[in-house]
C-alpha cells in the first residue's frame, strides 16, 4: 500500500480518486481537514476499504510513525501544505508550519521507518514530494522556460516555504540516502478546486452574478495543467523516476490571466448564458454587454483590483526531461480540459455551496474588501 497526505486537498483527493480507479493498491489517507481539506471530496470513497482516511498533521510524529509501522507502506507522496499565495501574505505562519516544519518532521519519521526496513523494501521504498514551479520565482517575457536547475528564487511566503521543503527533501537524500523523488509542477486546474484559486473563483462568482476581481493589468503569465495530467505524472515519476531526481511537470499553456478570466466567460455564457432580460442582483449598476458583445456576457462582470503585493510575472514550465526520460505527457489541451472543468463546477452546485462555509466568506471579505 501507499501513504498520501494531503489527500482531501484539491490534487490529492484527484490522485487518490484517479488511483483507486487504475489500481487495486489500497491507500492510507493522512490529512489534517485544514480549510482546504474536505472529506466531501472522497465521499465516492465511503465504503471502500482500499481507502484509509486518518486525520492528522504531517508534523505528529508520533501519529506518523504508527502509520507506518501499521502499514507499512512502500511509498509515501506528500501533497499536504499550504497552497494559496494571497493567504500567505496575509498570515505566512501556517506556511512555515506545515510546509517548512511539517515536511521536516515527515522527513525524520520516514527516515526512522526507512533505516528499520529490511535491503529490498529500502531499496524500493519511495518518498515523493509534490512541489511546485513557484520556487523558480518569476520569469520575464522572453526568458526560457524553467528547467530543474533553474536557480531557486521564491518571491512569496508560500514559495519560499515550498522551496524550504525541497532543499529538505534534496538534503534528506545527499545526507541520509532516503529515496526521494521531487516534482516541480505549475498551476492545477479541474474538479474540487477550492474557490479562493483564480479558474474556480471566477467561475463561482460569474455563476452568483459577482465581480470577476483580476489582479493588476491581467498580464501576468501561469502554465496550466489539467489536474489530472498532474495526477498521473506522479503516478510515472513513483514508478520509474530516478531516486534523487527532481522532474518539472507542465501543461505547455502559457497564459495570461485575463485570457483564462475570458475563456472561462465564453464557455459560461455558452453552457449557461445570462438571462436577457434582468441584471445580477449583486452590481445592478453593471451593463451585462460589453462593447464585443450585444448580447448578456459574463465578461461585463470582470473588474480590475490592486495587484498582489510582489506578483511573479510569468511562470513556464520546461517538461523535457520528464517527456524524454519517463514517456509522460499531459493528455488534455487547455481548450477540453477548461470546458470539463467549468462543466464540473455547473453539475456540483452543492459541492460549492457546502465549500462556501463562513471561513470561505470571512477570507474572500478579507482578500477583496481592501483591493477596492
Ligand atoms: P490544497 O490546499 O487544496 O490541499 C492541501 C491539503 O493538505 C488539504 O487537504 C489540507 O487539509 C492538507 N493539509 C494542510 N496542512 C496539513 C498538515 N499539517 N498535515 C496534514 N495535512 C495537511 O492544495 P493542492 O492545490 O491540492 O496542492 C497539493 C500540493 O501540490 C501542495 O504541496 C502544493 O504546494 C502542490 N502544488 C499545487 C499546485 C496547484 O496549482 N494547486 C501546483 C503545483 C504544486
Ligand atoms: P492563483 O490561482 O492564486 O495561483 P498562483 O498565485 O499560485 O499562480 O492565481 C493565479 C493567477 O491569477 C495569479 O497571477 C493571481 C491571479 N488572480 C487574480 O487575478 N484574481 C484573483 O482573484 C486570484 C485569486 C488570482
Known amino acids: 500500500m501507499i501513504l498520501v497526505t494531503g489527500g482531501a486537498g484539491f490534487i490529492g483527493a484527484n490522485f487518490v480518486l484517479d488511483w483507486l480507479t487504475q489500481s487495486d493498491e489500497a491507500i492510507v489517507n493522512l490529512d489534517a481537514l485544514t480549510y482546504a481539506g474536505n472529506l466531501q471530496n472522497l465521499a465516492s470513497l465511503t465504503a471502500d476499504p482500499r481507502h484509509i482516511f486518518v486525520h492528522g ?53 520516514v527516515r526512522a521507518y526507512w533505516n528499520g526496513l529490511n535491503d529490498e523494501t529500502k531499496q524500493s521504498f519511495r518518498f515523493l514530494h509534490v512541489s511546485t514551479d513557484e520556487v523558480y520565482g518569476s520569469l520575464a517575457k522572453d526568458e526560457p522556460a524553467f528547467s530543474e536547475t533553474r536557480r531557486y528564487e521564491p518571491n512569496s511566503p508560500y514559495s519560499a516555504s515550498k522551496a524550504a521543503s525541497d532543499h529538505l527533501v534534496r538534503a534528506y537524500h545527499h545526507t541520509y540516502s532516503l529515496p526521494v523523488l521531487t516534482t516541480n509542477c505549475s498551476n492545477n486546474y479541474g474538479p474540487y478546486h477550492f474557490p ?26 501561469r502554465d496550466w495543467l489539467y489536474v489530472k495530467d498532474h495526477c498521473s505524472a506522479i503516478r510515472r515519476v513513483l514508478a520509474a523516476g530516478r531516486v534523487g531526481e527532481v522532474y518539472n511537470i507542465g501543461g505547455c499553456n502559457e497564459k495570461p490571466n485575463i485570457e483564462i478570466v475570458h475563456t472561462v466567460c465564453a464557455l459560461l455564457d455558452e453552457l449557461r448564458p445570462l438571462p436577457t432580460s434582468h441584471l445580477p442582483l449583486t452590481i445592478p449598476h453593471l451593463p451585462l454587454t460589453t462593447p464585443h458583445s450585444p448580447l448578456p456576457t459574463y465578461r461585463s462582470l470582470i473588474t480590475y483590483v490592486t495587484d498582489r503585493p510582489g506578483h511573479d510575472r510569468r511562470y513556464a514550465i520546461d517538461a523535457s526531461k520528464i517527456e524524454h526520460e519517463l514517456g509522460w505527457k499531459p493528455a488534455e489541451t487547455f481548450a477540453t480540459g477548461i470546458r470539463k472543468t467549468v462543466q464540473w463546477y455547473l453539475d456540483n452546485q452543492s459541492w460549492v455551496s457546502n465549500v462556501q462555509s463562513g471561513a470561505y466568506r470571512t477570507w474572500v471579505e478579507k482578500n477583496y474588501q481592501e483591493r477596492g
Do not use: C, W
Open 57 to 109: 498533521d504531517i508534523a505528529d510524529s508520533t501519529l506518523v510513525a504508527g502509520l507506518l509501522a501499521q502499514h507499512q507502506p512502500r511509498a509515501l507522496i506528500n501533497f499536504a501544505a499550504e497552497s494559496h499565495v494571497d493567504r500567505s501574505i496575509h498570515g505566512p505562519e501556517d506556511f512555515i508550519q506545515t510546509n517548512i516544519v511539517g515536511t521536516f518532521r515527515l522527513l525524520e519519521t
Open 196 to 221: 479562493e484559486k483564480l479558474i474556480p473563483l471566477m467561475i463561482v462568482n460569474a455563476l452568483a452574478g459577482k465581480s470577476l476581481p483580476v489582479y493588476g493589468d491581467g498580464q501576468q503569465i
